[in-house]
């Protein structure tokens, strides 16, 4: 009883990042890992997802019926990235994830170092393709996103932020939204499958589920009321913070249970496909 109280601080945590600039994963994960010890891996996945789909859907409601939604650009990147979780986890088994450590590290700095540099960078809401160019930017986008969030997952929510805002021509809090639907999207695809291989504590899941939607509500609140200038900089407090978790799990020495944990991923999702 003790650890649900405290994993439910962590999913209310949890909720209000991510329901601003994502990255909710990041403190909601390694607390069911350190709070329910001896549970297998993929039910530690499956419960976190559970909880963490319910604030995400929870701030994406509010976004929708708060800010204005680009749906050309949304619905095929939404669709697109629900299929392709599903590839990404599939292809866990055949590639090493490894391999695209250093290089998704190096973008995350790319991304803080643009975001910090070009202080008017998502300011203003100001659309710049066109309804075709959207539509198919969106399809490639989702993709793309989708696989990376299915494969391995760390910083989708903040490179979704970005491309929405660097590409499409969003503010932070369009761009925000529109990562949400996407971000459900992706755990939706995710998150069938473990609740059909039976991988969710509901017991631990559901309280978590509640304080992912009452932090992910004050979360969204907090956002709608500050406007862009708060939003732009917690998604910097962010990304910095996952260059740091990053660059530790694979440089420092962090890098051998980070490992650890990968290898048990890639042995699971392998026996399963």
Same mark, same amino acid.
């Given at each position: 009883?003790?650890?649900?109280?405290?994993?439910?601080?962590?999913?209310?945590?949890?909720?209000?990042?991510?329901?601003?600039?994502?990255?909710?994963?990041?403190?909601?994960?390694?607390?069911?890992?350190?709070?329910?010890?001896?549970?297998?891996?993929?039910?530690?996945?499956?419960?976190?997802?559970?909880?963490?789909?319910?604030?995400?859907?929870?701030?994406?409601?509010?976004?929708?019926?708060?800010?204005?939604?680009?749906?050309?650009?949304?619905?095929?990147?939404?669709?697109?990235?629900?299929? &392709?979780?599903? $590839?990404? %986890?599939?292809? +866990?088994? @055949?590639?090493?994830?490894? *391999?695209?450590?250093? /290089? #998704?590290?190096?973008?995350?700095?790319?991304?803080?170092?643009?975001?910090?540099?070009?202080?008017? &960078?998502?300011? $203003?809401? %100001?659309?710049? +393709?066109? @309804?075709?160019?959207?539509? *198919?930017?969106?399809? /490639? #986008?989702?993709?793309?996103?989708?696989?990376?969030?299915?494969?391995?997952?760390?910083?989708?929510?903040?490179?979704?932020?970005?491309?929405?805002?660097?590409?499409?021509?969003?503010?932070? *809090?369009?761009?925000?939204?529109?990562?949400?639907?996407?971000?459900?999207?992706?755990?939706?695809?995710?998150?069938?499958?473990?609740?059909?291989?039976?991988?969710?504590?509901?017991?631990?899941?559901?309280?978590?589920?509640?304080?992912?939607?009452?932090?992910?509500?004050?979360?969204?609140?907090?956002?709608?009321?500050?406007?862009?200038?708060?939003?732009?900089?917690?998604?910097?407090?962010?990304?910095?913070?996952?260059?740091?978790?990053?660059?530790?799990?694979?440089?420092?020495?962090?890098?051998?249970?980070?490992?650890?944990?990968?290898?048990?991923?890639?042995?699971?999702?392998?026996?399963?496909?």
């Amino acid at each position: 009883m003790e650890n649900i109280v405290y994993l439910c601080l962590f999913a209310f945590m949890a909720g209000f990042i991510d329901s601003v600039v994502g990255g909710g994963g990041l403190i909601q994960l390694p607390a069911l890992l350190i709070f329910l010890p001896g549970v297998p891996l993929p039910t530690a996945f499956g419960t976190g997802k559970f909880a963490g789909i319910a604030g995400t859907t929870s701030a994406m409601v509010k976004y929708v019926r708060s800010v204005k939604i680009n749906y050309w650009a949304i619905v095929p990147a939404a669709g697109a990235a629900f299929v &392709f979780s599903f $590839l990404g %986890a599939r292809a +866990l088994s @055949h590639i090493d994830a490894d *391999l695209l450590k250093p /290089l #998704i590290l190096v973008l995350l700095i790319l991304v803080a170092i643009y975001t910090f540099i070009k202080k008017d &960078f998502g300011s $203003l809401h %100001a659309p710049k +393709l066109t @309804h075709k160019k959207e539509k *198919l930017y969106g399809l /490639l #986008i989702g993709a793309a996103i989708g696989f990376y969030d299915g494969f391995f997952g760390p910083g989708t929510g903040s490179f979704l932020i970005f491309i929405f805002i660097g590409l499409f021509g969003f503010n932070f *809090l369009a761009a925000s939204a529109a990562a949400k639907v996407v971000n459900v999207a992706t755990n939706l695809s995710a998150l069938g499958y473990f609740i059909y291989k039976g991988h969710v504590l509901y017991e631990v899941a559901i309280p978590m589920a509640i304080c992912s939607v009452i932090g992910s509500q004050l979360g969204t609140r907090t956002a709608l009321k500050r406007g862009v200038g708060f939003v732009r900089v917690l998604f910097l407090i962010v990304v910095t913070g996952i260059i740091i978790k990053f660059a530790y799990d694979t440089y420092g020495t962090g890098g051998s249970d980070f490992k650890k944990l990968s290898s048990a991923v890639e042995e699971w999702v392998g026996r399963k496909s």
